[in-house]
Every structure is written in C-alpha cells, then in structure tokens.
C-alpha cells in the first residue's frame, strides 16, 4: 500500500533571515541578499564580484569542537537548519530519530571548499600541513548527510544527493519516495551550499555570471531583457518528511503534502537546457500526483537569470502548463544557491501558499520578448489561494526535477 507524505516541518538559512516571518517581510519589501564581495578583489582575472552570502547566525551551545570536528562550512549549514526544522516538526529529540525508522536524504554540490586546497597544497608541495584527520570527512560530498546523521544520532538510511543545482530538490524528492513506498515512517530532506569563489569563476568563464558589481540589488534579472548572468548564493534548508497516519497520531503540525515528483535526464548537452526534457519532467510530476495540468495554481521557476535557461524553461512551461499560469523565481532575492536552491525555493513555496501570497520576480522590468507567454508575478506580488504549486529545479548535466505540493485541508 502506498502511503501519503506529509510535511511537518520546515527550517532554513538564507541571505534574508533564518525564519518566514523575517523572510516574508524581505520578500514584501523586495529587498536583495545580494552584495559586492569585497574580498573578491584580489582575484583580477574574474570579472563578478557578487553573491548573496547567508545572514549572521549564532550556534547554540551544542555546537563545540566535539561535535564539529568532522563538519566544514556546508555541513554546518545542513546540521543547523536540520535543527531548526526537527524543533519546527517537534522532534528534536523524539525516540524514533534514533529508531531507524528515519532517514536522512540530503544535498549539495560538494563538501567544503578549505580542504580541497589543503589537498592540493598537499600534491603540489608534498607537505601534509592544513591536512588532519577531518579534511577528507568536510571534504567529501556527502558530509551535509552524514554530519546530519552523526549530530542527531540518525539510524536510518542515508540517501546523498549531489547533482548540482537539483541536489536539494532530488533530495526531497527521494525522500518523499522513499515513505511512499513504506521504507521509512520519517525522513530528513534538503540541500545546503556554502560560499565560496569556485563556483562563481565556474559561471564566470562560461560569461553566464553577473557583473553589475555597481548595483547588486539589481541583480540577478530572471526573464528579464537586460539580465546579464546568474549570481551564486549562499544558504541551506531542510523539510521533515512524515508518513501521514504517524503525523496524525502524534498530533503534528501538518504543513502540507507532497503528492508529485518527477525526474529524468536530458542526455544531450552538460549545460544547455533541453526544453523538451523540461517539459517532460513537469508531466511526469503530474502523472505521479494523478494530476491535470489545469490543476496546478503556481509555479516555483527555477530561473537563474540567464537568457538559454529562463527562455528554454518559459517554453517548456508554456507548453505544460500554458498561458494563465502564474510564475515568479525567488533566484532575484537570494541568488541561485546551487545544492541548497531546491530544497530552500520549496520550503518559500510551501510558506507562500500557506500565505496566500506569492513573491514577485524582483528586477522584472521588461520581459525578454524570446520568454513565452506566462503570466509572471511582478511588482509587489499577488494574493490568491491555490491548492497545488509546482517547484522546478535544472542542473548541469541536464539533470531536472518537478515538485508538487498540496495545501494541508483543502
């Protein structure tokens, strides 16, 4: 038997504060995470000098050199915004964290950056100084997931996910999977990114990084004529996924339901979007939720600001799901956070339609005429109730995932 998958809670780390209510009012007053990196400036052949890094955050006591050893910038991110969304679920602490009937799947593009130059100091000069026992631990891939696990004394399975800019999305989705088909009652699901200038010079060479180093609340510009590239972001977020009947007979805030996911491949180009592949993926999110196309009320663009991206996805979205359909890409606040964007813009998609209110496309001032007809939230946003949004993420390597959740109720 096929169970439902519930949200009961949600929690993360931004540019524009570390709960909805500080973040709802940014998102109101249309105000950017954006900033010029100062100290950027000594790296002459990169032409970008923005990102929109995390706000300040405090770690509670727990966290000490015990129990941080093993975790770099990127699990620290992962381990936090756990915290925050298992004392959201009200589970901080519960038996069945440590039961084996949760799991944890989870995401980012890499580990952290510091010990993969300590490595390479290492190959390059033969000297082992900057390298200990935990390089390797902050170092590899899966570190978020397990740190996560180590922190909280996770038991069950541990399912990473690094693919880049669905790495958070791919994480949610297989977890959702994962309680669907009875293999775990709880799951730990989400993404985090830490910042750091690799990835910024990655989009740099390829001319798809931002250079309004002169205005960085005017960018990124999805949809947008004048956009002139992508701006990396920093943060993480984390859903508690729950088998329905156990969220009920323990009394849990239920947030909403995840009822469609969907995934697939382009299999033709390592960065080029594939709109027809894009369009699939959304359809095979719908036939996953048993749904129409008319059913959907919202749509979490992935849009990171660059012209064969935002135009290839308004196409793909236009012939899914046509002309009436809502759309704004919270990109234009937080910039694209990589391995945490998908999990992060599904927790805001979440919160806005619990709202009633969807956030517009900050910097949408003159809609590039190659974008299909759509209709695109601008200004100060739009209040409407809907009871399904979609939440699409597209990654290098033409990986792309579809998310569909429910109102709680309707």
Known sequence: MLRRVVITGMGGLTALGHDWTVIRGNLHNRRSGVKYMEEWSGFKDINTRLAAPVAAFDLPSQYNRKTMRSMGPVAILSTRATELALENAGLLGAPIL???????????????????????????????????????????????????????????????SSSACTSGSQAIGFAYETIKFGKQVVMIA??????????????????????????PGTTPRPFDRDRDGLVVGEGAATLILEELEHARQRGATIYAEIVGFGCNADGSHMTQPNTSAIAKV????????????????????HATGTKLGDVAESVATHEVLGSRMPISSLKSYFGHTLGACGSLEAWLTIEMMRDNWFAPTMNLDNLDPECAELDYLTGNGRNFEVEYVMSNNFAFGGINTTLIFRRWGS
């Open 190 to 215: 989400g993404g985090a990114e830490e910042l750091s200038l690799g990835p910024s010079a990655v989009f740099d060479t390829l001319f798809a990084a931002s250079t309004r180093n002169d205005a």
């Open 282 to 301: 959304m359809q095979l999110a719908l036939e996953d939720a048993a749904l129409s196309s008319q059913a959907i009320g919202y749509v979490n663009a």
């Open 98 to 160: 440590t039961s084996g009937s949760t799991g944890i799947a989870y995401g980012a593009c890499a580990g952290s950056a510091e010990p993969v130059i300590a490595f390479g100091h290492m190959a390059k000069t033969g000297s082992l100084h900057g390298v200990t026992s935990n390089t390797y631990m902050q170092m590899m891939s899966h570190t978020g997931a397990v740190n996560i696990s180590l922190f909280f004394g996770i038991t069950g399975r541990i399912i990473p």
